[in-house]
Nanobody, 122 residues
Framework: QVQLVESGGGLVQAGGSLRLSCVAS????????MAWYRQAPGKQRELVAA????????FPVDALRGRFTISRDNAKNTVYLQMNSLKPDDTAVYYC???????????????WGQGTQVSVSS
């Protein structure tokens, strides 16, 4: 069974930094795109950043591009989100997402982690 497990969340003061990690485990043949989403209380889940297996990145919100960095280590089946200059508005549950192909003859399927809480105090 494929699992994504996030870590690295916590409470930090405004202006601080956190590094989130997400490890994929289980039996599979390939991880395609990986991404981080977040969901703040009362708001819809939004895409924070995505990264292809080749390392190309995408930030749908330009304002996050200068503060957040997404990276991955394919050998470790891990994706990271480095978050700098954190603001109270960044407070949310952060979720890891990955498109994973379990076998060579099945389609890619999106997997989600359980989420990790990031809280930024003013």
């Amino acid at each position: 069974q494929v699992q994504l497990v996030e870590s690295g969340g916590g409470l930090v003061q405004a202006g601080g930094s956190l590094r989130l990690s997400c490890v994929a485990s289980g039996i599979f043949v390939r991880i395609n795109d990986m991404a981080w989403y977040r969901q703040a209380p009362g708001k819809q889940r939004e895409l924070v950043a995505a990264i292809t297996s080749g390392g190309s990145t995408h930030f749908p919100v330009d304002a996050l591009r200068g503060r957040f960095t997404i990276s991955r280590d394919n050998a470790k089946n891990t994706v990271y989100l480095q978050m700098n200059s954190l603001k109270p508005d960044d407070t949310a549950v952060y979720y890891c997402n990955a498109g994973i192909r379990v076998t060579d003859w099945t389609n890619e399927y999106p997997y989600w982690g359980q989420g990790t809480q990031v809280s930024v105090s003013s």
